[in-house]
């Protein structure tokens, strides 16, 4: 069918997965689909891809075809746009759009929890941030990419189970059902672990954080400390944002829900459900919603001030 009039498109592409949902002018989702990983740390080309695959099939299912694009505006969130060059990178690559805006995806997740109103998001995903909005000031806490950062994310997760998992295999730590799982993923060879390392990438990492929190609540003793170790990670982010006076928080990503029940009780009480998710947030940039002329780059919280802690 032709299209009727203009559509929007929004992209919350991540370290593990690019959605992508079409609505109409009137707000009505026409279509959406979603493909691999779209995050600037596998390369621009490649997070392109992924987000024209998802593009193309929530198109497909919209029943527009790619002429439809030149009347299609799309909001972007994408990971690791903060990376030095790589908005500069995206903006020189071909699009068959009416427009484009690229956002972080972080941004986008952020926007969309509250509806484009101010307020906080941590994202507990592969990998993990702190996103505020406030006053047109965009603040963003940790989140500066795994190994280096990311603490209770997925890929962090992940990254201390094998980690165990080898010093058991030496003797040097327990063994538990946990690591034993996880030795056996690498045929109980620890070297096979150390070439996989060598190529792993977050994502691959991240594989591994459903199976530590499946042990963790069955009561496996290291999966409860490494799950209760990303909880804090996660945890000092939110007390960062109550520091500052923002009590409109949400918890978003994969890991929110399984991460929510270890965080202490005066956290999850101060936790509301988000609005909506990064791709609705994405929307909102397209259809204009949120000026970012006038959004100020965004603020690193670079001192070293101890976060307040809300804590019982």
């Known amino acids: 069918m032709e299209t009727k009039g203009t559509t929007y498109l929004g992209i919350d592409g991540g370290g593990t997965r690019c959605r992508a949902r079409i609505e109409d002018e009137n707000g009505r989702v026409l279509g959406e689909a979603s493909s691999g990983p779209a995050t600037t740390r596998i390369g621009f080309d490649r997070a392109w891809r992924s987000i024209m695959e998802a593009t193309e099939a929530a198109a497909a299912q919209s029943e527009l075809t790619r002429e439809d694009f030149a009347r299609m505006h799309a909001g972007i969130g994408l990971a690791g746009i903060g990376r030095r060059g790589a908005e500069a990178a995206l903006k020189e690559i071909p699009h068959p759009f009416a427009s484009v805006i690229f956002i972080s995806d972080g941004l986008a997740a952020c926007v969309g929890a509250h509806s484009g109103a101010d307020g906080a998001i941590v ?45 058991a295999a030496d003797r040097r730590g327990e063994l538990t059902p946990l690591l034993a799982e996880v ?130």
């Open 123 to 167: 994202v507990a995903g592969t990998g993990s941030v702190g996103v505020g909005l406030i006053g047109g000031s965009e603040i963003r806490i940790a989140g500066y990419g795994f190994p280096v950062s990311d603490e209770g994310s997925g890929a962090d997760i992940g990254l201390q189970v094998v980690r165990l998992a080898l010093r």
């Open 183 to 312: 030795l056996g993923a690498f045929d109980q060879d620890p070297y096979q672990a150390v070439a996989w390392s060598e190529e792993a990438r977050a994502t691959d990492y991240a594989a591994f954080a459903p199976t530590v929190m499946r042990h963790a609540n069955q009561g496996d003793p290291v999966g409860r400390r490494i799950v209760e170790r990303a909880a804090d990670a996660i945890g000092d982010l939110l007390d960062l944002f109550l520091a500052k006076g923002i009590d409109r928080l949400a918890l978003v990503g994969g890991l929110a829900d399984a991460i929510t029940p270890w965080l202490t009780p005066d956290l999850r009480a101060r936790l509301r459900r988000p609005d909506a998710d990064a791709a609705a947030g994405a929307l909102l940039v397209a259809r204009g919603r949120l000026d970012l002329r006038k959004l100020d780059p965004p603020k690193r919280e670079t001192d070293h001030e101890q976060a307040s802690k809300f804590r019982v």
